[in-house]
């Protein structure tokens, strides 16, 4: 059996794992975009480093574009295996990567109409129809549900605790009447989540492939994130009168700030001012969300008692079209504006920050990870000059950020998950989904937790599984 790293290594996107077994049956761990990777994004896009027509089956963990947005590619490209996943899963995946097809077949028709004589034609990584054939190879395995795929492959979903539908995944795989479990890690939540319930322990594995975005951070902050966002939002609208600029991704932190928000308003501590959510796909996002209760923690249930509606608020209003988008950077009134991408990088959100940035009223608040390159990680890096839409712009707004609203567990909660298995036993812990920097830290911090072999793939290395 063996196993190589076509995504995800040393870098936090793009996860695509690959698992061969002597029979050549190929098991595809997640098929995920690249984002945020600057000038060599599209290149690594377009080149899998595998033939999709030879993968057998996929499992995917979850349904962040970084983790499911190459799936149509791989179903245009040949694949046409089941795909495994929650139901969760499924049913955010479809909005996310229809969402993602319309923006590929916008942009390639832009360019497309820009081209000098000469120039190649640009075509989408994939269609709308893509996606479609790729929802329709997938297939629902419920949380815990003892999966055989086929004779010799058994899968196991765990909550991951880290969005809607997330899941560890689990393979036995049986070779020659030798068993070998293999754990793969997905996206790790935190212990404690706002909305989601705590990543589940999981049985003892031969193999671990473990994510390490934050494998060298804490996430605490002093206060709590409803006393933050009070704070960032009495003093920026009602002392200063500017605006609240949230980059924020359409699954799970664009939920987050409204429950913290609604909470606020539970105790009677909401601002009084405009709140904006714009992103269509934020508001089908929530929803899908709202049909799925039985990934909510005790917390939650417990405020669904007295408030039936735990994403809603006064002042609230969901934005839909590009006019109106457009219509709140006119608009001179305090206000906050959550929008996606969290990292900055792309959609509406981009177009706030351009046309706020350079008015000290304003903040820009930061509410999750942002790869380094992107303009949500130079803002937090503290540039005081950034590039958006190819003309510079000075940073005369205040940048903020709430670390402990990431999604992604930090060391203590990834060493968390760890804790139910014997560092003895597990004959290699692969380390994915981060930078390598912060991989090299999280690894000496794991040998000093006992576990002995630690590796750190390289972007298509292929190992061997005993």
């Known amino acids: 059996m063996k196993i190589a790293f076509h995504g995800a290594a040393r870098t936090v996107t793009g996860s695509k794992h690959l698992i061969t077994l002597k029979n050549n049956t190929q098991i595809l761990l997640d098929c995920g975009l690249f984002q945020g990777m600057g000038q060599v994004t599209d290149k690594l896009n377009g080149y899998f480093g595998f033939d999709a027509k030879k993968v057998t089956y996929l499992v995917l963990s979850h349904a962040h574009i970084d983790h499911c947005g190459l799936l149509p590619r791989l179903v245009g490209e040949g694949f ?16 996310l990567m229809m969402d993602s097809a319309k923006i590929q077949m916008q942009d ?8 000098k004589p000469g120039q190649e034609k640009e075509e989408p990584l994939y269609t709308d129809e893509d996606v479609i054939k790729a929802v329709s190879q997938m297939k629902i395995v419920e949380y815990e549900e003892d999966f055989e795929i086929e004779p010799g492959i058994r899968l196991q979903f765990t909550d991951a605790g880290h969005i809607l539908g997330s899941a560890a995944v689990h393979l036995t795989i049986t070779e020659d009447g030798k068993s070998t479990r293999v754990s793969f890690s997905g996206d790790v939540g935190r212990y404690g989540d706002l909305l989601l319930k705590s990543p589940q322990q999981f049985s003892q594995a031969d193999y671990i492939l473990m994510e390490s975005t934050y494998g060298d951070s804490l996430h605490k902050d002093l206060e709590p994130i409803e006393n933050m966002l009070y704070e960032i939002i009495n003093n920026t609208c009602n002392i200063k009168k500017g ?10 932190r664009t939920q987050e700030l409204l429950y913290a928000l609604n909470s606020l308003e539970l105790k009677h501590k909401l601002p009084d001012v405009r709140y904006y959510v714009d992103s269509p796909l934020s508001s089908k996002a929530t929803e899908i969300l709202k049909n799925h209760p039985e990934v909510y923690n005790n917390g939650v249930k417990e405020t669904l008692k007295i408030d039936h509606d735990i994403f809603a608020f006064k002042g609230l209003r969901f934005v ?4 109106e988008s457009k ?32 008015n000290q009223k304003n903040t820009i608040l930061m509410v999750g990870y942002c790869e380094p390159s992107s303009l949500g990680g130079r803002l937090i890096a503290g540039q005081k000059v950034v590039d958006i839409f190819h003309d510079d712009y000075d940073v005369k707004a205040e940048v903020r950020s709430i670390k402990s609203m ?16 014997d560092p003895e036993k597990v004959k290699q812990l692969f380390l994915v989904h981060g930078e390598y920097e912060v991989q090299q830290n999280f690894a000496t911090r794991l040998k000093e937790h006992g576990f002995k072999h630690v590796a750190i793939p390289e972007y298509h290395q292929e190992f061997e599984l005993d």
């Open 327 to 358: 219509a709140l950077n006119s608009d001179p009134r305090p206000c906050v504006i959550i929008s996606a991408s969290g990292m900055a990088e792309a959609g509406r959100v981009k177009h706030h920050i351009r046309n706020n940035i350079n």
């Open 243 to 252: 605006k609240v600029i949230i980059p924020a991704f359409s699954v799970g």
């Open 108 to 115: 390639a028709e832009f360019s497309n109409r820009h081209l």
């Open 80 to 95: 046409e295996g089941k795909i495994f996943c929650t139901s969760a899963t499924m049913d955010l995946a479809r909005i």
């Open 320 to 323: 839909e079209t590009v006019e």
């Open 406 to 421: 990431s999604a992604h567990g930090d060391y203590e909660d990834l060493l968390k998950f760890l804790s139910g298995q």
